[in-house]
C-alpha cells in the first residue's frame, strides 16, 4: 500500500512539472549538444515557431536559427558548455519564413551520461519594434528646431531639447523638475 502511495505521488509529480514545461509562457527546448538536435519541446516553442511537435523533434537549432552562421552558433554552444550558462539575442525563423526577434537562455546539462543544453527564450519582436519607435522620436525631438518641454504628470520639467536651452536661456540642469511656469517668472524676456 505504501509502496502504491509513493507511485502515485510521483506519477502525479511528474505530470504536475511536466504541465508546467508544456504550458510555461517562454519556450522551452532540450537539445542534443553533440547533434544540436531537438530532443524535446514544449508547445509554445511549436506554436511561437508554427511547427508541430513531430516536425521539430526531426529539425537542428540551425534549421530555426535566422540570424547567426554556423561559427557564430557554434561559438554560443561552446560558451554555454564551457561556462554552465549563457544569455543571448538572435533571430529564429518561423515555419512560414518570417522572423522573429528572441531574447534566450542557455545552459548545459548532463542527464544519463549524455550533455543537453536546455533552452529558454521569447519573442521579444514588438519590444525591439517599440525601442526602434522610440529611437525615432527620441531623434525626431533631438533635431527639432522647436523647444520641446516634456513634464510628468505633476508638471514637473523632466526633459528639454537644445533649443530650449538655447531659446531661454536656461540651462538644462536647471529647469529639471521644476514648473514650467518658471518661463513666466518676469525674469527673461
Not at 27 to 36: G, H, P, S, W
Not at 171 to 183: Q, S, Y
Amino acid at each position: 500500500v505504501e509502496r502504491h502511495r509513493i507511485a502515485t505521488a510521483e506519477r502525479d509529480r511528474q505530470a504536475l512539472i511536466d504541465a508546467v514545461i508544456a504550458e510555461a509562457p517562454d519556450a522551452i527546448e532540450l537539445v542534443d549538444r553533440e547533434t544540436l538536435r531537438f530532443v524535446e519541446v514544449n508547445a509554445t516553442s511549436c506554436r511561437m515557431l508554427g511547427y508541430s511537435r513531430e516536425e521539430m523533434l526531426g529539425m537542428r537549432v540551425s534549421d530555426v536559427q535566422a540570424a547567426m552562421t554556423p561559427d557564430q552558433l557554434a561559438a554560443i554552444v561552446q560558451g554555454i558548455a564551457d561556462s554552465g550558462s549563457a544569455q543571448f539575442e538572435n533571430s529564429h525563423r518561423r515555419k512560414d519564413g518570417t522572423v522573429m526577434d528572441v531574447r534566450g537562455n542557455g545552459r548545459a546539462i548532463r542527464q544519463n551520461e549524455r550533455d543537453y543544453l536546455v533552452g529558454i527564450w521569447r519573442d521579444i519582436s514588438a519590444e525591439k519594434a517599440a525601442a526602434a519607435q522610440i529611437r525615432k522620436l527620441s531623434l525626431a525631438i533631438e533635431q527639432s528646431p522647436n523647444s520641446i518641454v516634456i513634464t510628468d504628470l505633476d508638471c514637473r520639467i523632466e526633459y528639454v531639447n537644445d533649443p530650449f536651452t538655447r531659446n531661454t536661456g536656461y540651462a538644462r540642469d536647471a529647469v529639471l523638475g521644476k514648473n514650467p511656469r518658471l518661463l513666466k517668472s518676469g525674469k527673461t524676456p
